[in-house]
């Protein structure tokens, strides 16, 4: 197995190592605890070692208890074995109670017969048995098929780099420093606070809810810059990154000034932009008393509530909460030209904020009417909204914008639509405040600059916020080792974006100490393989540099991929890329996939399917173990392989497998797309690019391609994994056998 050779500059010329199974002494214990022993005949799954590994296995109790793990270190002490292969629960459990530290091995081989055959199918049944001796052999295989990865510590710049002085950021910084890290804070404007510190008072943020509480930023500011760790740079502009975790380099520029630094790890916390074009897109641009909310509030600030036009001052405002572009200020066109996708992410920070301005035009002696389609107060923020509605001189309405224009008397007129009161009813107010959506400053710029081969910003989603996994890993990013705080994350309160820096500060210093020590972070956090390319074969296409959702692949001077791995989050992706299957990791590769599904035995009676499901270790496989450990049965006829992810599948693995007799293959991924995310981002949207690919394969092999069924499913989906297997063996059996069986 080729280990992970440096780019040309920093290693010269790469040298090829082809992938080979292990000749190290590997011993197979099975366990019967959890009523293995009762579903299947232990001491056939502990014979499959003499033809596999040419010496007996062993059968123990429950090995996990003390007398087994006991038992099992002193067996493997005394047969001086480095590898040990357990035949027991998920390798998703027990992490350390069979972790090679804890049995004195260098690695061990995890075979799932409890949730994958012991809870989930029938006891004492042939194909029952035949299931579980297949996984024992299956493996046996992989791990052969594995090397174990070499820890390569290495010193690293420890300093973080926070961009941005808002709430976030001074919350992220102080947090770092606090913990013991150098910070580096750097803020574009001239002043430190972001919006917070423009704001005339906040909504309620403690108990009991009711009540407008003062500003104070002032505070926060004062400890961060008085603190030794923190250097603070405003007025600054970052022009460039380069490196990688651990050892970053920061170009600043603070007027003329220039000023080089290394950081170890980012936290991004550049905060909102207010989204000003709903202005354009309701047409209102003419009318000088539509402001947004953020011009009210600075409005309220400065003491001058009055109309912009005139000077006059408001006695009716009129706020609405959440405006739709769609419609002109005449109010011309269908109510169905209201879409959501017109609407900038805000949900209950801007309810809040509404309901804030209302409390200031009462304040100020106006009436309120805020106009609402729904209200959106989560949790204990629900007083506020009661105490608010309990004010004198505060009406909400529950309605549609459907225009606004002039009345014809120097005032505005709101036209509101789908209201309890009618369709078309009009409200004469002095002005209107529209809560604009908030837009994250990192959509519209490079704010970081890097120096990477996929592009200088943040790759965001679909509102323009930072992209990761928002379900499992929110802080990340797609860059490793930039971690998002507050509103680059998504919208969010001052008392969230607070939670949220120091959540991101604290997984930034945790990415320091995992890069120290050559780890991988989350998803596969602890992981030390890394990807390795055999240059002989290379064609130089560069897809893997392409494909890969972190950009730690790049290309040198030669167009060789060059791995940074730091960046690496050991996904596979560059391997299910590669079209010529030379990329790999010392206990990931095609060879290994392969030769694991090759290890299946057809059994006495040909004519029974053997399928194959491929399923990422994040949702599908989990899925299955979920499937067994709540007893629902699925057919025998499906052999689970685990993968890193659905992208890492390589094409050749399913036509190694269609043409060494296997009778069909589930392809098992994470969901995409914007309401659920794959763990790395892109790899099941890229597993199904590479389906056409598949089905080429299968037109060479002559192949029905109805062998093949690609299937994105949620963790929680598991109820879900009978129907799915049961409906798949029934297509293929009556596809029949796979010809290449015979």
């Not at 941005?164 to 606070?193: C, K």
């Not at 009055?306 to 200020?329: N, Q």
């Not at 995992?514 to 992981?527: E, F, K, M, N, Y």
């Amino acid at each position: 197995m080729a280990a992970w050779i440096a780019p040309t500059s920093k290693a010269g010329v790469p040298v090829a190592v082809t992938p080979k199974p292990s000749t190290e002494r590997t011993d197979l214990y099975v366990c019967t605890g959890c009523g293995i022993g009762e579903a299947v005949d232990a001491d056939k799954l502990a014979a499959v070692s003499d033809s596999e590994l040419n010496h007996p296995g062993f059968v123990h109790g429950p090995l996990c208890i003390p007398e087994g793990l006991a038992a099992l270190r002193e067996g493997l002490a005394g047969a001086e074995a480095s590898r040990v292969v357990i035949a027991a629960c998920s390798e998703r459990v027990n992490h350390d109670v069979f972790s090679p530290a804890s049995l004195g091995v260098d690695m061990v081989g995890r075979v799932n017969i409890r949730e994958l055959v012991a809870w989930s199918k029938p006891p004492g049944e042939e194909q029952t048995q035949l299931l579980a001796e297949d996984y024992v052999r299956m493996g046996i295989q992989r791990l052969q098929w594995s090397r174990k990865p070499e820890r390569q510590e290495r010193e690293i710049e420890t300093s973080l780099l926070v961009v941005g002085a808002g709430i976030s950021g001074l919350t992220a910084a102080l947090e770092a420093a606090n913990s013991g890290h150098d910070v580096h804070l750097v803020e574009r404007q001239d002043a430190l606070g972001g919006w917070t510190a423009r704001w005339a008072k906040l909504f309620p943020t403690r108990a009991p809810y009711r009540d407008l509480e003062p500003v104070r930023i002032a505070e926060l500011i004062d400890a961060v810059v008085a603190h030794p760790r923190i250097t603070v740079y405003t007025g600054a502009e970052i022009t460039a990154v380069a490196g990688e975790p651990g050892g970053l380099m920061v170009a600043l520029e603070q007027g003329p000034k220039r000023t080089d630094f290394p950081a170890g790890a980012v936290v991004m916390a550049t905060g909102w932009q207010p989204d000003v074009s709903v202005i354009d897109r309701l047409g209102v641009g003419h009318l000088p008393d539509v402001v947004t909310n953020v011009a009210f509030e600075e409005m309220v600030r400065s003491g001058a509530l009055v109309r912009p036009s005139d000077g006059a001052p408001v006695k009716r405002i009129a706020i609405v909460t959440r405006p739709r572009a769609g419609v002109g200020s005449n109010g011309a066109g269908p109510d169905d030209a209201f879409r959501d996708d017109d609407f900038s992410f805000g949900t209950n920070v801007l309810d809040m904020a509404s309901l804030k301005h209302a409390l200031y035009a009462t304040e100020a002696g106006a009436r309120a009417y805020v106009i609402y389609e729904d209200m959106v107060t989560p949790g204990l923020y629900e007083a506020f909204y009661r105490r608010v509605s309990e004010q004198p001189g505060v009406y909400f309405t529950k309605g549609r914008l459907k225009g606004i224009d002039t009345d014809g008397r120097a005032g505005l007129l709101v036209r509101i639509g789908a209201s309890l009161l009618g369709d078309d009813v009009g409200l004469p107010v002095d002005l209107v405040v529209l809560a604009t959506g908030m837009v994250p400053s990192t959509a519209d710029s490079d704010v970081l600059h890097l120096m990477y081969l996929q592009g200088p910003g943040l790759p965001t989603a679909k509102f323009g916020f930072s992209d990761s996994n928002f379900i499992c890993f929110p802080y990340e990013t797609r860059r490793t080792g930039i971690y998002a705080a507050g509103t680059v994350r998504e919208p969010m309160d001052i008392t969230f974006a607070a939670e949220d820096a120091t959540g991101a500060a604290l997984k930034a210093a945790q990415s320091l100490q995992l890069i120290g020590s050559g780890r991988a972070t989350h998803p596969r956090s602890g992981d030390l393989s890394l990807p390795a390319t055999r240059y002989q074969g290379c064609t130089q296409c560069g897809r893997c540099s392409q494909e890969c959702p972190f950009s730690a692949i790049e290309l040198d001077e030669r167009g060789y991929p060059a791995l940074n791995p730091e960046r690496c989050r050991r996904c596979g992706i560059c391997m299910g890329a590669c079209p010529v299957q030379v990329i790999s990791f010392e206990d990931y590769s095609v060879e290994q996939l392969s030769a694991t599904v090759k290890a299946i035995d057809f059994g006495p009676d040909p004519a029974v399917p053997r399928i194959v499901a491929l399923a990422c270790e994040n949702d599908a496989y989990p899925a299955f173990d979920l499937a067994g450990i709540n007893r629902l049965e699925f057919d025998a006829a499906v052999r689970v392989v685990p993968l890193r992810c659905l992208g890492s599948l390589n094409v050749t693995v399913v036509a190694n497998a269609l043409s060494s007799g296997i009778d069909g293959m589930l392809l098992m991924g994470c969901k995409s797309g914007d309401d659920y995310q794959c763990h790395f981002i892109q790899g099941s949207a890229l597993a199904a690019k590479r389906l056409e690919n598949v089905m080429e394969t299968l037109n060479r092999l002559t192949i029905e391609p109805e062998r093949v069924l690609p299937v994105e499913i949620e963790i929680s989906e598991y109820d879900r994994i009978p129907e799915i297997v049961g409906n798949f063996v029934d297509r293929v059996r009556k596809l029949g056998s796979n010809p290449y069986k015979f």
